[in-house]
């Protein structure tokens, strides 16, 4: 019998095991990854896309591709894809981001025969119709409107555009850019960016060789790598810490986002960084909620972070506060940087830290599909599992010296960008 009066052995995460990737080359270039875990038959299969040929002229022409995809082909209707996709309790998602558009289908191995065909369509037979094009806009167009009336959100589109400029990281969207897209310009990028050489797939859960089998069979073969790709490149320089500031009179919160562009995950230091990033800010018992929302009651939360990207990483800080409390809420931010740059953390505290940090990527592998997103984080950065191995050495056996010499080395208030939306 367990004695539940007794609290369970305290112990240290030393090591985390990895399910590793296997890597296959199928005969028309197409990479393919399978990370096999788990005892249900369902199988997640990822075709992930680089978003390249960036043209500032069609900011929104990766996106749009990406979420009219499944939309329609030359032989099916959007409705009838969900209908068939639902018909197998299946599941078919698009998804855009910075650096990557994907596809993803969920399925049982034993209906790939009849849904893996309805993905090679969308991804090498969509057409875009007018009609569905015409909806996207208008919908995107009130989606926006209603999305610029909230503080939080203009916060972060301005930062965005403060950092990284009109690149695909940062472009200012407006409501007429959405009318500068065209059905030319989709099937354009769709022929370009949507080929073997451009796309990598990675499949986790129950990998059978029958599910490698399938992909070869509908993705392996006949498909064209006829456009020359040019891989998306920008260089970005830390800001000058200006304060951007919009003013909205009847404004009863403030949001508020500082920082800079940094460092991404092929940099040694990120490791180190982000463990300065979660005592300042970075989970719920961080310094920054401690003082701003606990202490002091300005917030209902607050928190910092840094993230990675393919050409660059930044660290910011966001939070809405109350607007009369604003001001005072920049200082005591200020305050608690140069707290962290000045005093060394004591021990009890960063091994608080150190057990949060190695507990959550611990808790975040709980099946395959979890270990196939960590492998994406370090392939797609051009890295390999030794990476996760040096993370956990770095957390385990980071000192009070070296977080603060990191936070003198990254964090700089008076470089930082500040961006308020409301009142000060």
């Not at 065209?182 to 990998?207: E, H, M, P, W």
Request: a negative charge.
């Amino acid at each position: 019998m367990i004695d539940r009066a007794l609290a369970p052995e305290f112990k240290e995460v030393e090591q985390i095991e990895l399910l590793k990737a296997k890597p296959l080359v199928l005969a028309n270039g197409l990479k393919v990854f399978s990370i096999d875990g788990g005892e249900q038959d369902l199988v997640r299969i990822e075709f992930i896309f680089s978003n390249i040929n960036y043209d500032p002229k069609k900011p929104l022409q990766t996106f749009a591709t990406n979420t009219m995809l499944n939309d329609g082909t030359s032989e099916l209707s959007s409705t009838e894809i969900a209908d068939k996709i639902d018909y197998y309790g299946a599941f078919l998602q698009t998804e855009y981001a910075n650096d990557h558009s994907s596809v993803t289908l969920f399925t049982l191995n034993k209906h790939l025969a009849n849904t893996l065909p309805i993905v090679r369509a969308i991804i090498t037979d969509s057409i875009f119709p007018q009609v569905e094009l015409d909806t996207l806009i208008r919908n995107q167009k009130q989606k926006l409107s209603v999305s610029l009336e909230k503080n939080d959100f203009l916060s972060r589109k301005t930062f965005s555009n403060v950092l990284f400029g009109d690149t695909l990281y940062g472009y200012d969207i407006s409501a007429s850019d959405y009318d500068q897209l065209d059905r030319a310009q989709l099937l354009n990028y769709f022929k370009q960016a949507y080929q073997a050489k451009n796309c990598t797939v990675i499949v986790s859960g129950k990998v059978k060789d029958s599910t490698i089998s399938f992909i070869d069979q509908y993705f392996g073969k006949e498909w064209d790598n006829a456009f020359d790709v040019l891989d998306n490149k920008f260089d970005f320089e830390k800001g000058l810490g200006k304060e951007h500031y919009l003013e909205r009179e009847d404004a009863l919160q403030s949001a508020i986002r500082i920082g800079q562009v940094s460092i991404n995950r092929t940099h040694p230091d990120f490791p180190a960084l982000q463990v300065v990033n979660t005592i300042f800010g970075g989970y719920f018992g961080s310094r920054l909620m401690a003082n701003i929302r606990e202490d002091k009651g300005f917030t209902y939360g607050i928190g910092s972070a840094l993230v990675s990207m393919k050409n660059a990483g930044y660290f910011f800080i966001a939070s809405e506060v109350g607007a009369d409390v604003c001001s005072a809420a920049l200082t005591e931010i200020e305050k608690e940087i140069n707290i962290l740059k000045e005093q060394p953390v004591t021990e009890t505290e960063l091994s608080l830290v150190r057990n949060y940090m190695l507990g959550s990527m611990l808790g975040s592998l709980e099946n395959s599909l979890s270990h196939a997103d960590k492998f994406k984080n370090v392939y797609f950065s051009g890295l390999d599992y030794d990476y996760y191995s040096k993370y956990i050495q770095t957390v385990r056996n980071i000192g009070a010296e070296e977080v603060q010499a990191i936070a003198n080395k990254y964090l700089n208030y008076n470089s930082f960008e500040k961006v308020i939306v409301g009142k000060k």
